[in-house]
Every structure is written in C-alpha cells, then in structure tokens.
C-alpha cells in the first residue's frame, strides 16, 4: 500500500472532514499518527488516535499533503504557506488558481466527496494541477477509502459535479418522496408509503452495485420486459422527466458558478 505521507487536515472538526479523517483511519489507509487535524472552536470528542491542534501553520509546516475541508465563506480566514506541498480542496466554488495563489501551492487538486463518503459509498470527481505524476494516486488512496474515485481533466467538470453528485443522497430522496406522495395520493397510509419509497432508494442501489452494469444497461433491461415497469418508464420520460433533471442539474451549477464569481 502507498505511502502517502503525512495529512493534516483543516476543518476536521465539520461533518465531512470528520467524515473523511473516521474512514482514513477506520478502514487503516493511514496510521493516526500520520494524521493530524487542525478545529477552530471545540475539538470534536472523538477517539482517532491522531494530532488535534488549532494553529493551522503549524499543521501544514507538518502534513506532506494538505486537506482544506472548510466552507468556502472560510476561505479567506485561512493563512498557511504550502510551498511544496500538495493541497486538496474539498470547497465548492473556490478555484484551483484561487488555492494556489494564497498557499503559494503549485501542487493543487478540487475534489468534491458526497455525504455518502462517510459510509464508505460515496463518489468523489477530482481535477488536479501538477507535474508530479504520483500526486494523482496520493489523491484516489485518500478518497478510495470513502468510495469510487474518479480524475476529470477540466475545472469546469467539477463544478458541474458539484450539482450532480455532489448533492449526494439529495436528489435520489427527493425521487423517493415524489413516489411516497404518489402512493399516498392512491390510498396508501403514509407511514407505510414512505417506508416503502425508502426502501426501494436502498435496494435499488445494492441492486445495481451487485449487478456491476451501467444503469442504462439495467434501465433497458426493464424495457424490454414489457412489464409494468416499461409502462411507467415510458410515461415518465413521456412526460418530460428527463428533461426535468437536466433543468434541475443545470439550475444547481449555475449556483455553483455564482459562488465562483461571487468572489
């Protein structure tokens, strides 16, 4: 396994990099004492085993690769010098040309970790700017340790993505309300109906995790049955569904543009 050296991690005290420092350690893809996490307010009552400080110089004078896991609005509070090293920034809407300006940094990467990381089954897009050919695989067994990893090569993907996946459990919920509203409409009490709609959201996943087929592959599947599925199927897309999400996607990422411009 690689050695990927030391990480601090700034903002470990919020939900997703506490999410990500449990799963570094908890699944052993880094030893606590090669993890050091930096909190502003309260340390998180937690038991890691790694180095907790507040002084984030003192944190990146340590760590070999920097996590910058802090809300964008955080940003400007944040005053390390990283020359030679590799920083990883987690905020939306902040640039690769932003990080490396105020860290003096010249390895830096975007990633974008979903809520599901912290269960191990989340996704995580990543851009990168560096000439060090291994920064890449730094990056993916950082991030491995939380789910799939995948290297886009255009800065813009990751704002897109920011929409997509990065709304993790967001939009898949607000289908399962959707078929919750719909089952109660026709008589279904509502207990019963939403418990059903939550369960086909997880079955769904565990469904298509164990078939190991693209979703359109599944999709079709069902298509040519010419069941009852294929009926619903063609009424939805019918009625624009598809069209639908893209409106919504392409709503959440001008979003992410304006926090970019807005800086």
Same mark, same amino acid.
């Given at each position: 396994?690689?050695?990927? $050296? =030391? %990480? ?5 005290? +919020?939900?997703?990099? +506490? ?13 606590? =004492? ?14 890691? $085993? &790694?180095?907790?400080?507040?002084? =984030? %110089? ?10 910058? &896991? ?6 400007? *509070? !944040? ?15 902040? *640039? ?7 860290? =003096? ?12 990381? +912290?269960? /191990?089954? #989340?996704?995580?897009?990543? &851009? ?16 491995? &340790? $939380? ?33 919750? *509203? ?40 069902? !298509?040519?049955?010419?069941?009852? @599925?294929?009926? #619903? ?14 409106? /919504? ?10 926090? @970019?411009?807005?800086?």
């Amino acid at each position: 396994m690689m050695d990927i $050296g =030391n %990480v601090g991690l700034i903002g470990a005290a +919020g939900w997703l990099g +506490g999410a990500i420092a449990k799963r570094l350690i908890g699944t052993g893809r880094l030893p606590p =004492n090669q993890l050091i996490c930096s909190y502003r307010r309260t340390r998180p009552d937690n038991h890691l $085993g &790694c180095a907790w400080t507040t002084d =984030n %110089v003192a944190l990146a004078n340590a760590a070999d690769i920097i996590l910058l &896991c802090v809300r964008p609005e955080d940003w400007l *509070t !944040i005053r390390i010098e990283a020359a030679g090293k590799l920083v990883i920034s987690v905020m939306a809407g902040v *640039t690769l040309e932003e990080i490396a300006t105020r860290t =003096n940094a010249r390895r830096v990467a975007r990633a974008l970790p979903n809520a599901a990381v +912290g269960i /191990g089954y #989340g996704y995580t897009p990543y &851009c990168l700017s560096s000439k060090d050919a291994s920064d890449a695989a730094r990056i993916e067994a950082i991030f491995a &340790c $939380g789910g799939m990893v995948d290297r886009v090569l255009e800065e813009d993907h990751i704002d897109y993505f920011t929409a997509m996946s990065g709304s993790g459990a967001a939009f898949p919920a607000l289908l399962a309300d959707a078929l919750a *509203t719909a089952a109660i409409k026709h008589g279904i009490p509502e207990a019963i109906a939403h418990r059903a709609a939550e369960q086909v959201l997880v079955g769904a996943g565990r469904v298509q995790e164990a078939a190991g087929a693209p979703v359109s592959q599944t999709l079709q599947s069902f !298509i040519d049955y010419e069941g009852t @599925t294929a009926a #619903g199927i063609r009424a939805m897309r019918q009625n624009g569904l598809n069209d639908i999400v893209d409106r /919504g996607l392409w709503a959440a990422y001008q979003k992410a543009l304006s926090m @970019t411009r807005g800086r």
